[in-house]
C-alpha cells in the first residue's frame, strides 16, 4: 500500500487517486530567466523519480510542470541582456530541456508556459472579483488573503503571524495600493517598456501565484491528485495557490501536497540559491560530472530530506553506481558460458526483492531503503555470476531486475564492451597471464598500468581474465 507524507494534513495517508489507475500531478517549474542549478534541478529529479515510481506501480500519470516565462526578474535579465523577454524565455527553455535531458528527466506530459494562458488568467481573475475575493486599483488587482478562511492551513501558520512577515517585505507603494499587507498580487499594471497584455483593467501581466492555479486546473481540472515543489514554495507560493484555486472553483484544489527538501552545500549547509550566489548550474556540473552521477547522486536521497553537495558525496555516488554497473557487466559476460534454461531458486529471490524494494518505497518514496535493496540484489548477482554453472535465463532475469529498479532512479544501465575482441588489448591479457604464471609480477603489474592508463580496467575472475572500459 502505498503512502505519502501529505504537507497539508501533516500525516502520512494512504495514497488514493481520484479515477483509479490515473495521476494528475502537477510540479511547479523554473523560472527561465538562467540555467536551472542544482538546488532546482533537486525538484525536478524528486518528482521525476515519484513518477517514475508511480508508473511502475501501473499508474498512468499526466504530468504537467510550468514554465513561468515572465516575471520582473525576466524582464531585468532580458533588458540586462538587450533581447525581449520572449527571446530570453525560449533560450533558457531550450537550456532547461538539454539539462534535464542530460539527467535523464523525462519530459512532463506538457510544459505549459504562462504567456500562453493570458486569456485564461484574466477570466480567472475577473472571476475572484467578481466573487469579491479581489479588488482592482489603478491597474493592479489583488487576492484578499483573509477572506480565504483557511488562509495559512498548508505552512501551518496563523494569518496574523504570516502578516507580521509579510509586512516586512511590502514596499510602501504596495502599502498604499493594498487593503491588508497579507493580500497579493493577481495582476501586475505595466510600467513604461515593459511587456503587456490588454486587460479589463489595463496594459499588464500575471502575478507569479494566480499562473500555477490556472494552468493546473486548465489541463489537470479543479481538483488535482498531487501537487509537487520544494519547501520554499509551501509559503507563500502553494499557500497562495491554494486561496485562488478554491475561492474560484469552489472544490478542493490538491489531495496530496508533496515537498521536496533542498540542496545544501559548504561546511554550514547553507541552502543552495541564487539569492545567495552560492549555486552551482546543471548546465556547467554535467561537462565536469558524468550526468548519471549526478542524477544518480540525487535521486537515491529520499525527497523530503536535505542532500548536502559536495565532491566526496559525489565520488560516493561513482563509486556506488560503478558497482551495479559492474554487477550488470557480470551477469552479461557469464551469458558466454551461461547452459541453457532458467532456476527456479533464482526466481523466487528475485520475487522477494522486488517485494521488498516495492515495501520500501511504498513508504512515502523512501529511495534510500530501496537503494539498500537494489545493493543486496548487486550482491545476490555477484555471488550467482562467480558460481561455476549458470543459467542463462537466470540471468537474464537478475539483469532485467537490476536494470528495472534502477531506473525508477533515472538510470539507464547498458551493456559495457566487454568481449575480448580488441587484438591489442588480448596480446596484452596473455602476455600479463604469462608473466603471472612465470611469477613475472614486475611485468605483470606492468601491463595492468599501462591498460588502466588508457582507460582499460582488468577483472580476475574464476572464469578468466576480463576487462571493462571506463570514463577517464
Not at 83 to 103: C, G, R
Request: hydrophobic letters at 35%; proline letters at 3%.
Amino acid at each position: 500500500m502505498l503512502t505519502i507524507y501529505n504537507t497539508l494534513t501533516r500525516k502520512q495517508e494512504e495514497f488514493k487517486p481520484q479515477t483509479p489507475g490515473v495521476v494528475n500531478m502537477y510540479v511547479c517549474g523554473p523560472t527561465v530567466y538562467n540555467y536551472i542549478h542544482i538546488g532546482n534541478a533537486r525538484s525536478a529529479i524528486a518528482f521525476d523519480t515519484v513518477r517514475r515510481y508511480l508508473e511502475f506501480k501501473g499508474y498512468k500519470v499526466n504530468y504537467v510542470s510550468n514554465f513561468t516565462d515572465v516575471d520582473d526578474k525576466m524582464i531585468k535579465a532580458a533588458h540586462e541582456q538587450g533581447i525581449t523577454v520572449p527571446q530570453l524565455a525560449d533560450k533558457y527553455i531550450k537550456a532547461f530541456m538539454e539539462d534535464t535531458k542530460a539527467i535523464n528527466i523525462e519530459p512532463a506530459t506538457m510544459h505549459p508556459r504562462a504567456t500562453e494562458n493570458i486569456p485564461e488568467i484574466i477570466e480567472f481573475v475577473q472571476g475572484l472579483i467578481e466573487k469579491g475575493y479581489a479588488y482592482e486599483n489603478d491597474g493592479d488587482v489583488y487576492y484578499r488573503a483573509r477572506k480565504f478562511k483557511h488562509y495559512g492551513q498548508l505552512s501551518g501558520q496563523s494569518i496574523d503571524d504570516l502578516e507580521v512577515g509579510a509586512s516586512e517585505h511590502v514596499s510602501a507603494d504596495e502599502v498604499n495600493k493594498k487593503e491588508d499587507p497579507m493580500d497579493f498580487a493577481l495582476w501586475k499594471a505595466a510600467k513604461p517598456g515593459e511587456i503587456s497584455w490588454d486587460s479589463p483593467w489595463g496594459k499588464g501581466r500575471p502575478g507569479w501565484h494566480i499562473e500555477c492555479s490556472v494552468m493546473s486546473t486548465k489541463y489537470l481540472g479543479k481538483t488535482i491528485d498531487i501537487h509537487g515543489g520544494g519547501q520554499d514554495l509551501e509559503f507563500p507560493h502553494h499557500e497562495n495557490e491554494i486561496a485562488q484555486s478554491e475561492a474560484e472553483t469552489g472544490q478542493k484544489f490538491v489531495r496530496y501536497w508533496m515537498h521536496n527538501g533542498f540542496v545544501t552545500i559548504g561546511k554550514d549547509n547553507e541552502k543552495m540559491s541564487k539569492s545567495l550566489h552560492n549555486f552551482i548550474t546543471v548546465h556547467d556540473i554535467i561537462k565536469r560530472v558524468d550526468p548519471q552521477v549526478l542524477r544518480f547522486f540525487m535521486a537515491t536521497t529520499q525527497y523530503r530530506r536535505p542532500i548536502q553537495y559536495s565532491k566526496d558525496n559525489l565520488i560516493d555516488a561513482k563509486n556506488n553506481l560503478e558497482h551495479i554497473q559492474t554487477a550488470f557487466d557480470n551477469l552479461t559476460y557469464r551469458q558466454g558460458d551461461a547452459q541453457e534454461g532458467n532456476d527456479s531458486v533464482v526466481t523466487e529471490k528475485l520475487a522477494d526483492f522486488r517485494q521488498a524494494f516495492v515495501e520500501a518505497m511504498d513508504d512515502d518514496i523512501n529511495v534510500q531503503n530501496g537503494i539498500t535493496v537494489v545493493y543486496e540484489l548487486v550482491k545476490y548477482a555477484n555471488v550467482y555470476a562467480q558460481q561455476d554453472q549458470v543459467k542463462s535465463e537466470a540471468l537474464t532475469e537478475i539483469k532485467d531486475l537490476i536494470a528495472e529498479l534502477v531506473a525508477i532512479f533515472g538510470v539507464k544501465l547498458t551493456a559495457s564492451n566487454n568481449e575480448l575482441n580488441d587484438d591489442h588489448i588480448q596480446a596484452l591479457i596473455d602476455e600479463r597471464n604469462e608473466a603471472r604464471k612465470n611469477k613475472d609480477f614486475a611485468r605483470s603489474d606492468q601491463i595492468r598500468d599501462e591498460l588502466k592508463n588508457q582507460g582499460i580496467i582488468l577483472e580476475d575472475t574464476p572464469q578468466g581474465t576480463r576487462f571493462k572500459r571506463v570514463k577517464k
